[in-house]
């Protein structure tokens, strides 16, 4: 089994900056891509950003420029930080894996989700 916990999710004044965490642990042979996506009240999952296992990376348009996704391969952690943050960031932060088992399958993975709350 295998199971990704996220942090650094919280309240934070619009222009400020955040950053989540998401460490994967359990019967890991490999992770591929790892990701970042968010859900606001009333609204569908939405992908903000992911990073293959060689670090190229994708973004949505509206947080280019303000959100930068990185991993650590040794650690099996992504990261997204956050900067600039506007209230229409206010979400439910969720990270992605794209993990390989030890039996070879492919299966994608989900954390528990992060509060990400951007008021004044």
């Known amino acids: 089994q295998v199971q990704l916990v996220e942090s650094g999710g919280g309240l934070v004044q619009p222009g400020g900056s955040l950053r989540l965490s998401c460490a994967a642990s359990?019967?890991?042979?490999?992770?591929?891509?790892m990701g970042w996506y968010r859900q606001a009240p009333g609204k569908q999952r939405e992908l903000v950003a992911d990073?293959?296992?060689?670090?190229?990376?994708n973004y949505v348009d509206s947080v280019k420029g303000r959100f930068t996704i990185s991993r650590d391969n040794a650690k099996n952690t992504v990261y997204l930080q956050m900067n600039s943050l506007k209230p229409e960031d206010t979400a439910v932060y969720y990270c992605?894996?794209?993990?390989?088992?030890?039996?070879?399958?492919?299966?994608?993975?989900w954390g528990q989700g992060t509060q990400v709350t951007v008021s004044s």
């Open positions: 359990g019967s890991i042979f490999s992770i591929n891509a």
């Open positions: 990073i293959t296992n060689s670090g190229n990376t």
């Open positions: 992605k894996a794209n993990v390989r088992l030890y039996n070879l399958r492919k299966v994608d993975y």
